[in-house]
């Protein structure tokens, strides 16, 4: 009988690359590895993989301020209005240095592009499938049964236009919504849709984290964490932040398979705006936990300089993926 192949065995340390579609597992690096031909990303006290990615494909360090506000013009009545191109398109996408994910993407990356918009604001979004399987797009937010993207199917080579006013405000998803759902899900085709508040948010850098993962090999779990889908990528990349100023985290949660992911930010605290939907926080503490599906705003200014981990506090998605630094400078 096959035995069957378990995410938990890639941990510490294993490095067959069983059940990884690519060439390469995620590897243990530690000062104790028996095996020194294992080159360390950056130190040797972390889990991580050595090599990089093909960043001219996707880099996650771009993509966390990457905000696509569409093509403008007005409408008669004078409102807003903001339109979009999607494609759905079957791309191989690298994961991890040397692993690559036969994913569905909309424009060819996972995730899709963050749309964002102001409340009030006419989106249109001009859908073609360009895939090879029926897919739609699924909207969070207020909108008309027609524009819901779950009973309107698109099939491969057909399109769709979906059309409603952006609201409420706040950070919400959009998704395929085609059967089987999980499928549809972790092979890639998800985003972040930002609709800001009529008076804007006090200013920021904010940026973008969408917690994924990836099946590799199809047996219903994830082998590969992370946020922006490469894994490892802000722990070779950390991302840079300046003493005392204000951080916008605009962190979704698309994970598959797994009940709850998580985020845990080292040596500080942040705010927590539920859904982004209310202008005052809900809460106030350095770990928050997460549904499929949930998104919120973290606000939060850093007051050390130096290195700062980030990760799930689920150790295991930590340790095959889902782990990063903010390099605060003072
Ligand atoms: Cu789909």
């Known amino acids: 009988m096959k035995k069957k192949f378990s995410r938990r065995r890639m941990i510490g340390g294993a490095v067959g690359a069983a059940g990884l579609a690519g060439s390469r597992a995620l590897v243990g690096v530690s000062s104790s590895s028996p ?3 294992i080159p360390a990303a950056h130190d040797a006290t972390v889990m991580s993989t050595p090599g990089e990615v093909d960043l001219s494909e996707f880099d996650p360090s771009k993509f966390l ?6 093509k403008i013009t007005q409408l008669p009545d004078g409102r807003t209005l903001r339109e979009w191109e999607i494609m759905a398109i079957d791309k191989e996408i690298e994961i991890a240095p040397g692993v690559y994910f036969p994913a569905w ?14 409340e009030g604001d006419r989106l249109r979004i001009h859908f073609a499938n360009g895939g090879s399987h029926p897919h739609t797009i699924h909207f969070h937010g207020f909108h008309p049964a027609k524009m819901d993207g779950v009973l309107e ?14 609201e409420p405000f706040g950070l919400h998803l959009y998704h395929c919504h085609s059967v089987p759902l999980k499928r549809h899900i972790h092979k890639g085709l998800y985003g972040a849709f930002i609709v800001d508040p009529p008076k804007k948010r006090r200013p920021a850098r904010e940026m973008v984290l969408v917690m994924n993962g990836f099946d590799t090999n199809f047996d219903g ?12 990528h802000y722990h070779r990349h950390p991302i840079e932040v300046k003493l005392q100023e204000l951080v916008r985290i605009y962190l979704v ?11 845990h930010i080292h040596g500080h605290f942040f705010d927590v705006y539920r859904t982004g939907t209310k202008p005052t926080p809900t809460e106030f ?14 606000e939060l200014k850093f007051r050390h300089p130096g ?8 150790s295991e998605f930590a340790e095959l993926g889902w782990m990063g630094f903010f390099q605060v400078k003072a």
Do not use: W
């Open 307 to 314: 290195k700062f981990m980030f990760h799930a506090h689920q």
């Open 65 to 70: 301020y990457e905000f696509d506000y569409g």
């Open 35 to 37: 095996d020194r031909s």
């Open 221 to 232: 779990e994830n082998e590969v964490y992370g946020v922006n889908s490469v894994a490892f």
């Open 153 to 166: 199917v698109i099939k491969p080579g057909d399109e769709y236009l979906y059309e409603f006013d952006a």
């Open 285 to 298: 503490t350095d770990t928050i936990m997460m549904c499929q599906g949930e998104r919120h705003l973290l």
């Open 105 to 118: 993407t909309y424009n060819g990356q996972v995730p899709g592009p963050t749309l964002r918009c102001t």
């Open 253 to 263: 949660n698309i994970l598959e398979f797994d009940l709850v992911n998580s985020l």
